[in-house]
């Protein structure tokens, strides 16, 4: 039996068909029969957020969160330049989203129409793909492609523009049951059997090896395969921001976080180990620093899904393209049991200077984020998904805050976007209901999508919001501080009375200036089913330690001085 | 490595969905990536749904590798060879107007002319048309030679090329809704390589 349907609901239709239940969205002209048709189709819930980049970061939190394709919708012309910020983020970080935006009806399309924006010629740098649907016909195989496109292979973003005319065109519905044609998208899966050689080979022959866990561990569901490597061969991990889950942190083996703000252990290993094993990463620069010196005494084997990474920042010995799980298994039947003593204690060593510098257990007058985070750490059980912001409050949170499960830390870490933290922990959460979800935002990047609070209240959503308020652009004054000759020019903040602010929306806060006061707010926040705020007052002129210079040598931190320097 | 000074020139052939929009992805990734294009060219092949085009960068082997994943990455792009890696033809195609009013002149032409696959195609009092169609040094050559009678208008297609012997890029793609199954709107997408 067929059926005779709009284009609306045909994508409905297909969405349903994809498992989507949960549409974050704002309506539109453009997009109105779309909405309209959702009336029709109950088991999809809409949320209505306050922006449309809220959609696009809720999608994104949501995706992150679930392992599953979140959906973002809005409306022709702003509608769709709004999500333009929430589309480069997921790209950057590698999220599964699919956007679906309204457009001018199919003649209007190049007048200048009201609210007419090229979003395919916007949106396609930032996009794994996208599709202006000229034909309804079309519209079932294009809604099957993108969801294929968007969560297999590298994940990525996928936008889909529909002329309005295109919605609510009528047509026979039959749903394609064939297979996705898609004549240049060959995900690749397994190494071929002389890669898999060569990288063994430079395991076996090495004496400082260190593996660099990825997001891609997490994404191709690794960490087992990785787990098994690093224990087999004794090789520490070092982890990258998004890698942070890709190995529990407990393990004696992870040395924690790599980079401008990685742990120096990490850090100084790299520079020092004769083999780098980079799996599911892509030797960012706030990862490598200065290229030029980096890891110069290692060979390099890198695995990665996407062929274009290999070689790009840095030439390797060996690179292999491929799913990470499928080449791990691969891998491991020749892996031979190994230790490396020595290398060990060199880190064991790095690691307790480390401990002697470190601020946690220091006697303050005033509350520090880092002792913040980690005292959320504390009494979370580490059992929480956080979901931060971007900036110093971020870095304590991958600091001072380990993770022994993957997809229970969620950040913007390529594209660094301020305002993703609160969306993004309303799209986790309610993707992952049965979770405790924290929201760790600083006072500038929380600022820039508070209007999200509403939509927390409307949806009644128990995400908790941690605000480490500094009245300062924190990150940046940092920068000053160490490069721009303490010139704190446009980084002290005014801020808004941030209990008042929860208040007017009716969500119930809570302000911290005491460290004792944490674990009452930790107590007072899981106390009630909806969103709380929390606002932690922390030290003006706290600095996130080591820190690499942007574009300086791996191992030339600056360090927190030993308390006996100070 | 044995980096000759060879031509830093990197050709390379993307077999594409004929759809609206590719041309305008390819473009943009080169523009994204800040990989420098020299020439590109693009036009059907004796398959109804694929395009092929022809870049040529300005660039090592491991840039034109590079380009040949990023190019991989674009969904509407099938397949990717770098032909200047193996042995090929290519072949560039060139108009050359060139002032050619008096005996003289018009004899130094039909010289020249005549020590290059290039023919006369046009000649009027004042000036005439020189085509050549040949790899892309010999028209370089000729254009040298033919400056001295004045160019005063030129152009050219950029560089097309082949795979010698029996590698052939090719692939059998058929769009998966079959033409008679869409509703006309005038997007004649199949048909028109539109951008």
Not at chain 1, 445 to 455: D, V
Not at chain 1, 465 to 489: D, H, K, P, S, T
Not at chain 2, 186 to 193: R, T
Request: charged content about 20%.
């Amino acid at each position: 039996m067929t059926q005779l349907l709009n284009g609306s609901e045909i994508l409905l239709e297909c969405l349903i068909r994809e498992g989507v239940d949960l549409i974050f969205g704002y309506p539109g002209g453009a997009i109105l029969p779309t909405y309209d048709a959702l009336t029709k189709y109950p088991q999809i819930h809409h949320v209505l957020v306050r922006h449309e980049q809220g959609a696009c970061h809720m999608a994104d939190g949501y995706a992150r969160a679930t392992g599953k394709v979140g959906v973002a919708m809005a409306t022709s012309g702003p509608g769709a330049t709004n999500l333009v910020t929430g589309i480069a983020t997921a790209m950057m970080d590698s999220s599964p989203i699919v956007c679906i935006t309204g457009q001018v009806t199919r003649g209007a399309i190049g007048s200048d129409a009201f609210q007419e924006t090229d979003v395919t010629g916007v949106t396609l740098p930032i996009t794994k793909h996208n599709y202006l649907v000229m034909d309804v016909h079309e519209l079932p195989y294009i809604v099957r492609e993108a969801f294929y496109i968007a969560r297999s292979g590298r994940p990525g973003p996928v936008l889909i523009d529909i002329p309005k005319d295109v919605q609510q065109e009528k047509i026979e519905f039959v749903y394609p049951t064939d297979e996705i044609r898609l004549p240049g998208y060959r995900p690749p899966q397994k190494a071929r059997p002389d890669e898999i050689q060569n990288a063994l080979e430079l395991i076996h022959q090495a004496e400082r090896p260190i593996i660099l866990a990825g997001h891609g561990i997490l994404m191709s569901g690794a960490m087992n395969e990785v787990r098994e490597l690093a224990e087999r061969a004794q090789i520490p991990v070092a982890l990258t921001l998004l890698g942070k889950g890709a190995m529990p942190e407990s393990h004696p083996l992870t040395i924690g976080m790599m980079g401008m703000h990685g742990e120096a252990a990490s850090n100084y290993a790299i520079q020092d180990a004769d083999l780098l094993i980079a799996l599911g990463m892509r030797f960012d620069d706030r990862v490598t620093g200065n290229l030029k010196t980096y890891a110069r005494n290692a060979k390099k084997i890198h695995v990665d899904i996407d062929a274009s990474e290999i070689n790009k920042n840095v030439q390797v010995n060996v690179g292999v393209v491929g799913d990470l799980k499928t080449v791990l298994t691969q891998l491991l039947p020749g892996v031979k049991r190994m230790s490396h003593p020595e290398w060990l204690n060199r880190i064991r060593d790095w690691q307790e200077d480390s401990d002697e510098r470190d601020i946690i257990n220091r006697e303050a007058d005033v509350l520090l984020g880092a002792q913040v985070l980690n005292d959320l750490w504390h009494f979370t059980g580490g059992e929480a998904i956080t979901v931060t912001d971007v900036g110093q409050h971020q870095m304590l949170e991958a600091q001072y805050y380990p993770h022994q499960r993957p997809m229970t830390m969620i950040t913007s870490g390529g594209l660094g976007t301020m305002g993703f933290g609160l969306p993004a922990a309303i799209g986790a959460k309610m993707g992952m209901p049965g979770e405790e979800v924290w929201a760790i935002v600083g006072d500038g990047g929380f600022q820039m999508t508070l209007c999200e609070l509403a939509t927390a209240k409307q949806e009644n959503v128990p995400v908790k919001i941690a605000i480490i308020n500094n009245n300062y652009l924190g990150m940046v004054r940092q920068w000053q501080e160490f490069f721009y000759e303490e010139r704190y020019y446009a980084t002290p903040m005014f801020n808004p009375d941030f209990c008042k602010l929860a208040e007017a929306y009716g969500i119930p806060s809570m302000r911290v200036t005491e460290r004792e006061q944490v674990a009452e707010s930790v107590t007072f926040a899981r106390a009630h089913n909806g969103p709380v705020l929390i606002e932690y007052m922390v030290q003006k002129e706290e600095i996130v330690y080591p820190m690499v210079p942007a574009g300086a040598d791996l191992d030339k931190m600056i360090r927190r001085p030993k308390p006996n320097e100070a | 490595m044995t980096d000759k000074p060879e031509s830093r020139k990197q050709i390379l052939v993307a077999l594409v969905e004929n759809k609206p929009g590719v041309l305008n992805r390819v473009a943009s990734l080169f523009r994204r990536r800040n990989f420098n294009v020299d020439s590109l060219t693009v036009g059907r092949t004796h398959r109804r749904h694929i395009s092929r085009m022809t870049i040529v960068v300005d660039g090592s082997r491991n840039d034109g590798w590079r380009i040949a994943a990023n190019l991989l990455k674009l969904i509407n792009v099938i397949d990717v060879a770098l032909v200047s890696q193996e042995p090929h033809v290519s072949r560039d195609l060139a108009l050359i107007k060139v002032n050619a009013n008096d005996a003289d002149s018009r004899n130094t032409l039909t010289q020249i002319c005549d020590k290059y696959p290039a023919h006369i195609v046009d000649i009027g009092p004042e000036v005439a048309i020189v085509q050549i169609a040949a790899q892309e040094d010999l028209v370089e050559s000729l254009i040298q030679e033919l400056k001295p009678l004045g160019i005063v208008e030129m152009v050219r297609t950029g560089v097309v090329a082949m795979g010698r012997g029996i590698r052939i890029l090719d692939s059998q793609y058929e769009p998966v809704i079959p033409i008679t199954a869409r509703s006309g709107n005038g997007n004649g997408s199949f048909e028109a390589y539109s951008v």
